[in-house]
């Protein structure tokens, strides 16, 4: 999550002026670095503007994303990917 929060942080901003309304958000997941990199390019292809966040501690690695604000038809683009949920 806290690299989910890294990513949204760029994306904010980036793309939204400060007195923009606060977005919603909704945390995916993706089981690794290739997986994830191929949904950047999925967004890419898809005109979607995001944000990639890659962890200094970690090489670089590639560890999380976060879109620009997505209204109706554009949400599709995510489908297929699993919502992250509480287990209890």
């Known amino acids: ?3 989910a929060a890294h990513a949204c942080l760029e994306a904010a901003r ?3 002026p400060s007195h923009h309304e606060h977005p919603f958000l909704v945390v995916c997941g993706v089981r690794d670095e290739v997986r994830l990199g191929r949904w950047l390019d999925r967004l890419r292809a898809a005109g979607v503007r995001f944000r990639a966040f890659f962890e200094p501690d970690l090489g670089e690695q590639l560890t999380a994303a976060a879109t620009e604000p997505l209204r109706g038809q554009q949400r599709n683009v995510f489908r297929g990917l ?3 949920t509480v287990n209890g």
Do not use: E, N
């Open 1 to 3: 999550m806290v690299q």
């Open 14 to 16: 980036a793309f939204l």
């Open 82 to 84: 699993p919502l992250l």
